[in-house]
């Protein structure tokens, strides 16, 4: 079983939508990462979070450490927020020594 | 903004080579890492440095490999005798004191 699942695998929405990627998680952790991959492969740090709700812009991640669950909300969703979204984390404090999900693709159609 | 840098962005070589994947930091980062990602697999950590030596690794990185912080701004990952199945996407990422990490572009390694 993997540490780290994601839900959906895949994720097609109207451009406007407002979207939700979930992130579930096995162990113990001291933090929670959201990744962003652009289909180029490079990689973008979205939040860190160990704790409750961290808002940017058009972005909100949430986390529940009780329930080892963490969500990613898009709102107002737009096609150049098409890409591979990741959750990672972190098991040890002061290293990120990151456990990946195997990411969800998330594709906005105009 | 400060960006952590990769060279270079490919890498294509022979089975039984040896590589250096080199990586720029952000300049005050404390702490430097190198993932790896094989085509269509997720992301996996290979090595943490901090304080000019390794603070942990991954199962993966053995002998093979090595890392360095040779000049005190770069950052490389040695690769002996590379093997089919080390073709991947590698990246380099810093950060600073629980702050999020900060990516390179990554270098895509090509053993044929």
């Known amino acids: 079983k993997n540490e780290v699942e994601q839900s959906p695998q895949n994720l097609t929405a109207q451009e406007g939508e407002f979207i939700t990627i979930n992130c579930s998680y096995s162990v113990g952790i001291s933090a929670l990462h959201w990744l962003q991959q652009h289909p180029g492969g490079g990689i973008v740090s979205l939040f860190m979070l160990s704790s409750g709700k961290k808002k940017h812009g058009r972005l909100i991640a949430t986390i529940n450490i009780q329930e080892k669950h963490s969500s990613l909300h898009i709102t107002a969703s737009h096609p150049r927020d098409s890409a591979v979204y990741i959750c990672a984390v972190r098991t040890n404090f002061g290293n990120e020594k990151l456990t990946f999900g195997t990411g969800t693709r998330l594709t906005i159609i105009p | 903004e400060p960006e952590v840098t990769q060279t270079p962005s490919h890498q294509v070589t022979q089975m039984g080579q040896e590589v250096i994947l080199r990586c720029v930091p952000i300049s005050n980062h404390l702490y430097f890492y190198w993932y790896r990602q094989i085509l269509g697999q997720k992301v996996e950590f290979l090595v943490s440095?901090?304080?000019?030596?390794?603070?942990?690794k991954s199962e993966i990185f053995d002998d093979q490999f090595s890392v360095e912080r040779p000049d005190g701004s770069n950052f490389t990952l040695k690769i002996r005798s590379t093997k089919l199945e080390d073709s991947a996407m590698y990246f380099c990422?810093?950060?600073?004191?629980?702050?999020?990490?900060?990516f390179g572009n990554g270098t895509r390694l090509t053993v044929t």
């Open positions: 440095f901090y304080n000019n030596e390794i603070s942990e």
């Open positions: 990422a810093s950060s600073h004191m629980e702050s999020p990490l900060h």
